[in-house]
């Protein structure tokens, strides 16, 4: 039997109130258009979060404190899109010096140690701002 997709993204069969878009009225999701989180039925994809605030990073050079203050944001979208830190399934980390990747590592590991999710750390050249270090996206499912 030959199976017939809508066209289109997957996302757009579903009904409405299964899609929930969270913001954090940062300045680029306008300009952008994007959303700090999107949940989608169980499935919750935080967007790429740094520690940029309007007088620059919070942390300043301290990529440990930048990893720390984005995994602080994420936790704070997954909660208003009902999940939690356990929820998480991948991590992805994205570092403008891979030679401080242990910083990096042993904040994340302060947030997802007990979860264990699938995880990648690359390096990039730059962030959308220079004294950005780190970027952090993750997708979680819902377990509940």
């Given at each position: 039997?030959?199976r017939?997709?809508?066209?289109?993204?997957?996302w757009?069969?579903l009904?409405?109130s299964?899609?929930?878009?969270i913001s954090?009225g940062?300045?680029w999701?306008?300009i952008?258009?994007?959303?700090?989180a999107?949940?989608?039925g169980d499935?919750?994809?935080v967007?790429g979060?740094?520690a940029?605030?309007?007088?620059?990073?919070?942390?300043?050079d301290?990529?440990?404190?930048?990893?720390?203050?984005?995994?602080?944001?994420i936790?704070?979208?997954?909660?208003?899109?009902?999940?939690?830190?356990?929820?998480?399934?991948?991590t992805r980390?994205?570092?403008?010096?891979?030679s401080?990747w242990?910083?990096v590592?042993?904040?994340?590991?302060?947030f997802?140690?007990h979860?264990?999710p699938a995880?990648?750390?690359?390096e990039v050249?730059?962030l959308?701002?220079p004294?950005?270090?780190v970027?952090v996206?993750?997708?979680a499912?819902?377990?509940?």
């Amino acid at each position: 039997m030959v199976r017939t997709l809508p066209a289109g993204p997957w996302w757009h069969s579903l009904p409405v109130s299964t899609r929930q878009s969270i913001s954090s009225g940062g300045t680029w999701e306008p300009i952008v258009g994007y959303s700090r989180a999107l949940r989608v039925g169980d499935h919750v994809s935080v967007s790429g979060t740094t520690a940029a605030t309007p007088d620059g990073p919070v942390g300043g050079d301290d990529v440990g404190e930048q990893t720390r203050t984005c995994l602080t944001r994420i936790r704070a979208a997954l909660i208003e899109a009902g999940a939690t830190l356990e929820d998480v399934v991948r991590t992805r980390m994205f570092v403008t010096d891979i030679s401080r990747w242990e910083e990096v590592g042993r904040v994340h590991a302060e947030f997802f140690g007990h979860v264990r999710p699938a995880t990648t750390m690359v390096e990039v050249r730059a962030l959308i701002e220079p004294d950005l270090l780190v970027e952090v996206e993750v997708d979680a499912i819902i377990q509940r």
